[in-house]
């Protein structure tokens, strides 16, 4: 794992500067001086797909932004059986506040870049800093919107608009600029099939299947079986019945 960390002491820190989390993500809550107090504390780190972030029930003591990449977060039962119940990407923060252990296992599904710091520091910073706890909460809200749509597509929804809605889920995250009225956009499908199949309730074979029908139909091209175009997000966006 490597780490890198750039400080200043008067100003935004250089890092901060071109952040997505920075901008976008909870960080935009934070002044100046609180930015440079941060970056103090935080560093940089890039990891490996596959490498467990946090596990199941572990102490917290730090949290992280997710600066690029995708992150799966999974639950698993006491026969080692495991439910993938979640995808983060950038600029989300990764921890639970005001939790002595973590409720689910995170991992990292794609090469991803987190910028981490300690836990006291943001759990501080959320009693000085009302704007701060109120972005937080709104990412909380968030989540918890997207897992009741979601709760849709896994209890109501095709295995063909299933698959469609997970190709848009992932169009929509790793390209938040893609207008889904008339745009297209491009991407690699950040889990592999028995992860998409796990996420979708369904069998490896059907999620290739829907692939194929998908292609076939000239809603989206796959190249090297993960990098995906989509010509037209609205045509996508009919096929998930939405």
Same mark, same amino acid.
């Given at each position: 794992?490597?780490?890198?960390?750039?400080?200043?002491?008067?100003?935004?820190p250089?890092l901060?500067?071109s952040?997505?989390? /920075?901008?976008?993500? +909870?960080?935009?809550?934070?002044? !100046? $001086?609180? *930015?440079?107090?941060?970056? #103090?504390?935080? =560093?940089?780190?890039?990891?490996?797909?596959?490498?467990?972030?946090?596990?199941?029930?572990?102490?917290?003591?730090?949290?992280?932004?997710?600066?690029?990449?995708?992150?799966?977060?999974?639950?698993?039962?006491?026969?080692? /059986?495991?439910?993938? +119940?979640?995808?983060?990407?950038? !600029? $989300?923060? *990764?921890?639970?506040?005001? #939790?002595?252990e =973590?409720?689910?296992?995170?991992?990292?599904?794609?090469?991803?870049?987190?910028?981490?710091?300690?836990?006291?520091?943001?759990?501080?910073?959320?009693?000085?800093?009302?704007?701060?706890?109120?972005?937080?909460?709104?990412?909380?809200?968030?989540?918890?919107?997207?897992?009741r749509?979601?709760?849709?597509?896994?209890?109501r929804?095709?295995?063909?608009?299933?698959?469609?809605?997970?190709?848009?889920?992932?169009?929509?995250?790793?390209?938040?600029?893609?207008?889904?009225?008339?745009?297209?956009?491009?991407?690699?499908?950040?889990?592999?099939?028995?992860?998409?199949?796990?996420?979708l309730?369904?069998?490896?074979?059907?999620?290739?299947?829907?692939?194929?029908?998908?292609?076939?139909?000239?809603v989206?091209?796959?190249?090297?079986?993960r990098?995906?175009?989509?010509?037209?997000?609205?045509?996508?966006?009919?096929?998930?019945?939405?």
């Amino acid at each position: 794992m490597t780490m890198h960390q750039d400080v200043h002491s008067v100003g935004i820190p250089v890092l901060c500067q071109s952040c997505q989390a /920075r901008h976008r993500g +909870v960080c935009g809550a934070l002044d !100046p $001086d609180q *930015l440079v107090g941060l970056s #103090k504390t935080s =560093s940089k780190h890039r990891i490996e797909p596959g490498i467990e972030l946090i596990g199941d029930a572990e102490t917290v003591d730090s949290y992280s932004n997710v600066l690029s990449g995708v992150v799966k977060l999974t639950k698993s039962l006491s026969d080692g /059986r495991q439910q993938i +119940v979640g995808l983060q990407f950038a !600029p $989300d923060f *990764l921890g639970r506040p005001f #939790k002595a252990e =973590s409720a689910t296992n995170a991992e990292a599904a794609t090469a991803v870049s987190l910028c981490s710091f300690p836990k006291a520091i943001i759990e501080r910073m959320m009693r000085d800093s009302p704007e701060l706890e109120r972005r937080l909460l709104r990412q909380t809200l968030n989540e918890l919107d997207e897992a009741r749509d979601w709760m849709v597509t896994l209890g109501r929804k095709t295995a063909a608009e299933k698959v469609a809605s997970f190709l848009l889920m992932i169009a929509g995250n790793i390209d938040p600029t893609a207008d889904s009225a008339a745009g297209s956009t491009t991407f690699d499908l950040p889990l592999t099939r028995a992860d998409i199949a796990d996420f979708l309730g369904l069998t490896i074979e059907t999620v290739s299947r829907q692939l194929t029908r998908l292609r076939k139909d000239g809603v989206i091209r796959i190249e090297n079986s993960r990098h995906v175009t989509v010509d037209s997000l609205s045509r996508l966006n009919r096929c998930s019945g939405t």
